[in-house]
């Protein structure tokens, strides 16, 4: 049986918006629309998801599984992406099979290079962060 995600109500309606806008976005992110449209299809809709839960705008860090790298990303809306910074598109395979995750899940998620096994380490909410969402370079991995 495949794990449920948890996404919040109001994740859930940005999401959308994003969802029924894709004519502004790159091509390479209307590839992936359906990956997320999926994800959102098989999730479980909550008012507020718990602190330990990957949603957008929080900062996750995340190991492979494989390799034992550990790398910190914050989850944001295509526009604001930027790898160098740490901040992945929700519409990057990275960030589509983050979302919804929890501190300890492992996700495995086909991904540039091949099939990579993450396991998410710790979940930062907005509301911890100090000065808001990040400004440290994350090391880049295939997103």
Not at 115 to 138: F, H, T
Request: charged share 30%.
């Amino acid at each position: 049986m495949e794990k449920r995600i948890v996404l919040s109500k109001r994740d859930v309606m940005r999401l959308r918006g994003l969802l029924r806008n894709h004519y502004s976005l790159t091509a390479m992110d209307q590839e992936n629309l359906l990956d997320l449209r999926e994800e959102m299809d098989r999730a479980s809709v909550v008012e507020e998801v718990p602190e330990d839960v990957v949603a957008l705008d929080t900062r996750v860090l995340v190991r492979d599984v494989e390799s034992h790298q550990c790398h910190t990303y914050t989850l944001v809306f295509p526009a604001q992406a930027d790898l160098t910074e740490g901040r992945v598109s929700v519409l990057a395979p990275l960030g589509t099979a983050l979302l919804g995750y929890r501190t300890g899940d492992e996700v495995e998620w086909w991904m540039p290079g091949g099939w990579r096994r993450l396991k998410i380490e710790a979940v930062m909410q907005p509301d911890d962060l100090p000065g808001g969402p990040p400004s440290q370079p994350s090391q880049r991995v295939a997103a």
